[in-house]
Nanobody, 117 residues
Framework: QVQLVESGGGLVQAGGSLRLSCVAS???????????MGWYRQAPGDQRKLVAR???????NYAESMEGRCTISRDNAKNTVYLQIDGLKPEDTAVYYC????????WGQGTQVTVSS
């Protein structure tokens, strides 16, 4: 099983940047053995939506709304996945969740990102 802990969220002014981190642990928590890691977000009253994904080999894909504004990366030695978000907008306000896709998909508790105008 995989445990995921996100951090790095907070209150940021529009136009600012954040770097979110997700640290994996547990019996299957070596991300070098997990092909697909990702970040999703969920705003109040909305569905959880994809932000970015990254494979073991470093292939990435992003939501259209995030293309050009965020970068997902992974450091297998540190068992950590990162999400760098630049040019934050108020509509980016949401809880951001880390995910690990194995036999099942694991989720972290989330980290709150609030962007003020």
């Amino acid at each position: 099983q995989v445990q995921l802990v996100e951090s790095g969220g907070g209150l940021v002014q529009a136009g600012g940047s954040l770097r979110l981190s997700c640290v994996a642990s547990g019996s299957s928590g070596s991300i070098g053995s997990i092909n697909l890691m990702g970040w999703y977000r969920q705003a109040p009253g909305d569905q959880r939506k994809l932000v970015a994904r990254i494979t073991r080999d470093g292939a990435t894909n992003y939501a259209e709304s995030m293309e050009g504004r965020c970068t997902i990366s992974r450091d297998n030695a540190k068992n950590t996945v990162y999400l760098q978000i630049d040019g934050l907008k108020p509509e980016d306000t949401a809880v951001y969740y880390c995910s690990a896709q194995t036999r099942v998909t694991y989720w972290g508790q989330g980290t709150q990102v609030t962007v003020s105008s």
